[in-house]
């Protein structure tokens, strides 16, 4: 039988707004348009037949000119090679209502390009393939990978679906729910899954996967980074393609066993590289250097270090009586009593975290401590 072979991808979110990446949101927008070129370039390489894209290609509905004329370049590279692009709408870039993917002539009119754009179509034929490809642009609450009418004039069945495989206690029962028996029981040869942002394979005798976005779209994605190489035929395979660059890491400091910011320091730093994104979360009490100590001077330093660097700062701040009593001059008791006063009768959280953090930093500026600001 004459071999397919596809790129399978999904939740690429052109577009996407990145705000908790700061300064290089705007970097890792456009590093996404990179990543949609290389699976053109990986596309023409492996001289695949299909892109199947199964959903949120766009982060919202109305990307800018400037992401669709980057769309259209990656369609050129695409259908100079003559490679088939078949796109599934998801729940960010639905085609409900005034669609994206009715406005633009790269969607309507491209002879290369396929998008379920309404509830009628439900399928293409491509005959000269001998193969028909499945998507229902909006299931609901209903099953995205049922309903469809086989065609039997052609020898593939690929389906496209957005949807939440049905895991006990995990995925949510309206939201496209895809069960199990359901991918056991489908004609489909292969079925492309997207929505969730994780590579996932399915076990199923039914070829079934989620590729997961081809980049790092939030931060606690852990498997993130792939696409999908498939080929259909009388020796069919699937396998993921590694072609995301960012990693997220998450580390917890206990604040209360540092005393220096040179330990702080290279607690921060140990395993850093200019991929990864990585959000500190320090916790536990403050002590010595560390009372008052301005965090978001310590990040601006050590940024270049990293893709990004997010450090949150939830640790306290207590002074003991005792050492109140002791060590205190006359000026920081009088201080340490009035902002003490504020933060007792706060009339909301914002408030008390701004006269905490005041007072932590004003008896830092009266011990001497001038790294506070
Ligand atoms: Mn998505």
């Not at 709408?89 to 002539?105: F, I, V």
């Not at 499945?134 to 065609?151: A, E, M």
């Not at 931060?219 to 498939?230: C, V």
Request: charged share 25%; glycine share 6%; net charge negative.
């Amino acid at each position: 039988m004459h071999e397919i072979k596809f790129i399978h991808t999904s939740d690429l979110h052109l577009g996407r707004k990145y705000k908790y990446l700061g300064e290089v949101a705007h970097k890792a927008q456009s590093h996404l348009i990179d990543i949609m070129m290389k699976i053109a370039s990986i596309a023409i390489e492996k001289k695949v037949d299909f892109v199947f894209i199964s959903g949120d290609l766009f982060d919202n509905e109305t990307p800018s000119s400037f992401l669709i004329a980057k769309f259209m370049d990656f369609v050129d590279l695409l259908s100079a090679k003559n490679i088939q692009i078949v796109i599934l709408p998801g729940t960010h870039d639905s085609s409900l209502g005034s669609s994206l993917y009715s406005k633009h002539s790269v969607f309507t009119e491209n002879k290369h390009v396929f998008v379920f754009i309404d509830k009628i179509t439900n399928k293409f034929i491509f005959q000269d393939k001998s193969i028909a490809v499945y998507g229902n642009c909006y299931p609901g609450k209903s099953s995205p990978i049922l309903g469809f009418q086989r065609d039997s004039s052609v020898n593939y069945h690929v389906i496209l679906a957005h949807g939440s495989l049905q895991i006990e206690g995990k995925s949510d029962k309206n939201d496209s729910p895809i069960l199990i028996s359901d991918i056991d029981s489908s004609f489909a040869d292969y079925i492309a899954l997207g929505h969730w942002h994780n590579y996932y394979s399915i076990k199923s005798n039914v070829p079934c996967f989620y590729s997961g976005s081809p980049e790092l779209i939030d931060k606690d994605q852990i498997n993130s980074g792939y696409i999908i190489y498939g080929c259909l035929g009388d020796n069919s395979k699937f396998e993921p393609i590694h072609v995301g660059e960012r990693r997220f890491d998450d580390i917890k400091i206990d604040i209360s066993n540092v005393t220096k910011i040179t330990e702080l320091i290279q607690k921060i730093k140990k395993g850093s590289d200019e991929n990864l994104i990585r959000r500190i979360d320090l916790w536990g009490t403050k002590k010595g250097e560390l009372i008052g100590f301005n965090f978001s001077k310590l990040k601006e330093e050590l940024l270049s270090l990293f893709y990004y660097l997010i450090i949150e700062d939830h640790s306290s701040f207590i002074l003991s009586t005792n050492s109140f009593s002791k060590n205190f001059s006359s000026i920081e008791k009088i201080y340490y009593e009035r902002l003490s006063n504020l933060i007792k009768n706060a009339s909301s959280q914002e408030d008390k975290e701004k006269y905490s953090r005041a007072l932590e930093m004003g008896i830092a500026l009266l011990s001497g401590n001038e790294d506070v600001i």
